[in-house]
């Protein structure tokens, strides 16, 4: 008898293969059948109508720290996700000398807007080596898998001291320490080495993440180690600025380890075509043997903002200032008072930091969010668009707009991937054979960004509700978020329903399956702030043969492990 049964629903098994009515039968943590008629289950469940999926496999998350303190890893864990990999973008917090703690935090918060008083309060320092941090989470039960890599900030901080952390130039010493601690953290089942290179991602104090200007010498000296040990990925994310030299050490790096390189591609509005170009690198970078995985998103890469959150346009207003301690029902009815709204929208603003200014001033992609929320909305629809219709101007449209729904509306800024204001670049790079889904930063920029649901947004948008341009197929997105992102990282034990592979499975109503407009909640340590977006339509996730969600609620199971380094498909 198998200990679970799904009985005659629509499987879509991570093959890319169409979809095939039949059961899915589970025993002791793995597929036992995928089709067919199963025998009888100790538990059945009438899957007819219904998704049987595998677990979405997230790769790009930053739960470092939430992953000490929180089992379930919200809101990932509700939208389907069975397996993340964190330690992105080079920051983490691991290798930590004693004295670095409030600095690795610091760096956090400023790189991945994780508030700092949360990651204070919440992790509980067990570790200092890399292998210890690992030792740290294996310890912890939880509903889903985690995977982690080391990150190339705490590294050059540990070994370097302040001269890495203010990207000083390594020597040769300096790199051969660093290599050590990577091929230390590897060994001990990291899942790659991370680094960033970009200037948009800085410490709490201003300072450019330690590694981003490294010199191609120390990039190569830390990837040869994973060559030497034959695992791991190397990621990064990366301004590419000159492109074709950053783009010649990862293919330098790929060929001479036999590892991917994966980075960051994203349409931006000064170079919109860049994205073509970086997915051309990769074409001709696999006719030279190496290999180069360009790392796309589902959705633009957005500034939510509200007036719960972090950021709107009114934010540096000094009247507006003395109204943001105020309870938010109370801030919403003095903002409704005519003289108030007066004062805030005639003040004259300047902005030192041009990031700022664009965000504050960007009416013409600046667009009501809604609920449901529409992440694909037409140029008419932006507050600029709305201002002109209504003959008045932009910031009145979005003052009024921040009120509604009781001061809990959102106005999306899509800042990257939608320079034509649609969704056809990321169609093509979403439909680009060397790409790979990521970039869902879940856990990070808790003020500003919640796309934590991309895997549920694959299904609700790309399958089934896109109305401005073709959709794509259901079974070829499960595959792409499933068994294409396990066998980056080298996890071939799951993301598909076959005989032997790790029992981790969706049971989707898709008809049902809806995402809710992002809401601001207060419930990480310390009280700290985060935007999270839940949902309704996973009637059961599974993890290892365990069910630990059921009608979009945690069962309590926590069946989740520490995945150390590449998983062996299994041998049936």
């Given amino acids: 008898m198998h200990d679970l049964v799904l009985r005659g629903g629509t499987i879509v098994d991570g093959s890319g293969s169409p979809p095939r009515e039949g059961d899915v039968a589970i025993d002791g943590g793995r597929i036992a059948a995928a089709g067919g008629t199963a025998g009888a289950g100790r538990r059945e469940v009438d899957a007819r109508g219904l998704v049987v999926a595998p677990g979405w496999v997230d790769i790009h998350t ?15 864990s509700w939208h389907g996700v069975t397996t993340v990999v964190m330690g992105n973008c080079g920051v983490g917090f691991a290798p930590a000398r004693p004295d670095r703690h409030d600095w690795l935090i610091g760096l956090m918060e400023g790189v991945e807007d994780i508030p700092g008083t949360a990651l204070a309060e919440g992790i509980r320092w067990q570790w200092e080596r890399f292998p210890e941090y690992l030792d740290a989470l294996e310890t912890m039960p939880r509903a889903l898998d985690v995977g982690a890599q080391v990150p190339h900030g705490a590294v050059r901080a540990y070994v370097m001291g302040e001269r890495g ?14 290599a050590a601690i990577v091929r230390e953290g590897v060994a001990a089942g990291a899942l790659g080495f991370t680094t960033s290179r970009t200037l948009l991602h800085r410490a709490i104090d201003g300072e450019p993440v330690p590694g981003t200007f490294a010199a191609a010498d120390e990039l190569v000296g830390i990837g040869r180690v994973l060559g030497e040990l034959g695992r791991g990925v190397i990621e990064l994310a990366a301004d590419l600025l000159p492109e074709e030299p950053e783009l010649a050490w990862m293919e330098e790096v790929s060929a001479a380890t036999g590892r991917p390189v994966t980075f960051a591609c994203l349409q931006n509005d000064a170079d919109p075509e860049q994205w073509r170009r970086l997915l051309a690198a990769a074409d001709r970078a696999a006719e030279r043997g190496a290999t180069l995985v360009p790392q796309v ?16 346009p009114f934010m540096a207003h000094t009247t507006y200032h003395a109204l943001e ?26 902005f030192s930091n041009p990031i700022l200014a664009y965000i504050a001033t960007a009416f013409h992609k600046l667009f009501p969010l809604g609920d449901p929320p529409d992440y694909e909305p037409r140029p008419e629809a932006s507050v600029a668009a709305i201002a002109q219709r209504r003959g008045v101007t932009p910031s009145e449209v979005a003052y009024d707009l921040l009120l509604e729904r009781d001061g809990r509306e959102m106005l999306y800024l899509p800042f ?12 093509e790079m979403l439909l680009h054979p060397r790409t790979v889904i990521g970039l869902a930063d879940g856990g990070a920029h808790c003020g500003v960004i919640c796309d934590a649901g991309t895997p549920t947004y694959l299904l609700t948008h790309w399958v089934r509700g896109r109305t401005r341009g073709a959709r794509l197929p259901l079974e070829y997105l499960v595959r792409r978020q499933t068994r294409d992102t396990a066998a980056l990282y080298g996890l071939h034990d799951r993301g598909l329903l076959a005989p032997g592979m790790k029992a981790d499975v969706n049971l989707i109503d898709t008809s049902a ?60």
Wanted: hydrophobic share 35%; proline share 8%.
């Fill in 62 to 76: 930053h739960y470092d720290g939430q992953a000490t303190w929180d089992p379930y890893l919200t809101p990932s």
């Fill in 325 to 350: 301690h105020l309870p938010l029902a109370e801030r919403v009815r003095r903002m409704r008072d005519p003289e108030t709204r007066r004062r805030i929208l005639e003040e004259q603003v300047e």
């Fill in 165 to 178: 952390a203010r990207n000083q130039p390594a020597n040769a010493d300096d790199i051969a320490g660093m």
């Fill in 513 to 572: 399956l809806a995402l809710a407009s992002p809401e601001t909640v207060f419930d990480l340590p310390a009280q700290g702030r985060r935007l999270v977006q839940r949902v309704r339509g996973y009637r059961m996730t599974v993890v290892s043969g365990t069910v630990v969600a059921e009608n979009d609620e945690p069962t309590g199971s926590l069946p989740g492990k520490l995945v150390r380094g590449p998983q062996a498909a299994p041998v049936v």
């Fill in 416 to 427: 990257l991937n939608y320079s034509g204001f649609d969704f056809e670049a990321i169609r």
């Fill in 297 to 312: 998103a589902a959705r633009p890469t957005s500034v939510l903002m509200g007036l719960e959150g972090k950021l709107h």
